[in-house]
């Protein structure tokens, strides 16, 4: 295994949504919420995807369920972690395989599950 090639390494991405399971690849080192955005998927409710901080882990509305244990560096991804709350996409970089839940959101900020 060379190490040339982990910078450009890929790891594979199972996006769950409703009924629905989707495989991506992705390329290591990549955010989960501009990879959901890219594939046509998105983390947040009707009134929140035009409403929301752009990613800086501010209005905590892109919220996922992730699967795997991935390790929190946000405020508010330790927090979701410790309570079962869902994670911040726009704050988790892909860097191993993945399994990630949509959740459904009801309003603002508030979740379903």
Not at 34 to 62: H, I, M, W
Not at 92 to 98: G, S
Request: proline share 3%; glycine share 10%; aromatic share 6%.
């Amino acid at each position: 295994m060379g190490g040339s090639a982990d910078s450009t390494e890929t790891v594979r991405l199972v996006i769950v949504d409703g009924e629905t399971e989707t495989e991506l690849t992705v390329e290591r080192g990549r955010v989960l919420r501009d990879v959901l955005q890219e594939a046509g998927f998105s983390p947040y409710s009707r009134l929140t995807k035009r409403a929301n901080c752009g990613g800086r882990g501010l209005c905590a509305t892109c919220g996922v369920r992730v699967a795997e244990d991935v390790e929190p560096d946000h405020w508010h991804d330790r927090v979701a972690e410790r309570f079962g709350y869902p994670r911040l996409s726009c704050q988790l970089v892909v860097e191993q395989d993945l399994r990630v839940e949509l959740v459904e959101k009801v309003v603002w900020g508030s979740r379903d599950k």
